[in-house]
């Protein structure tokens, strides 16, 4: 009464193996490109770097600019046509330099400082009075010129 057929369809066994042969999507991300990118970045980061810093640091006098706002009033010293050293508006001697400086400041020694020399003065006094106070640890002098 009841005929089985048999064959004909796929059912397990041998006709099984067309899904392992089928494509699957691979999980991992290929990092090859991105670092390939990151060490072009880093060669060009390295080759740029040296020339954004600027080996000399110099005050560049402004011709025509306004002056910029400043944090504090500097110190200003002035020497005169005779030599006679000035600072703000009372006379002292070269050797009392440094100690007036260093009362007035305490201990920052990043105080500007506007040395004014008269045009008439040998220019080696003016570097004396450079030279003081530079070794007293003072870096930050100007020289101050008339615009014209």
């Known amino acids: 009464m009841g005929a089985s057929v048999t064959g004909g369809g796929r059912s397990g066994g041998a006709g099984s193996s067309g899904r392992r042969g089928r494509y699957r999507p ?3 991300i290929n990092v090859t490109p991105f670092v390939d990118v990151m060490l072009v ?3 060009v980061f390295m080759v740029a770097a040296p020339l954004l810093t600027a080996g000399i640091q110099v005050d560049l006098p402004k011709a025509a600019a306004r002056p910029l706002p400043q944090d504090s009033k500097p110190l200003e010293i002035s020497i005169d046509h005779e030599g006679a050293i000035f600072l703000a508006d009372t006379a002292i001697g070269l050797n009392e330099l440094v100690p007036r400086l260093t009362a007035i400041v305490g201990s920052s020694r990043d105080t500007r400082i506007y040395l ?3 045009t008439k003065l040998d220019y080696g006094q003016v570097m004396q009075v450079i030279g003081i106070i530079n070794r ?9 010129a008339e615009q014209r």
């Open 136 to 144: 007293a640890g003072f870096t930050r002098v100007a020289l101050v």
């Open 26 to 28: 691979m999980a991992e």
């Open 116 to 118: 004014r020399g008269d």
């Open 41 to 43: 970045l880093l060669i």
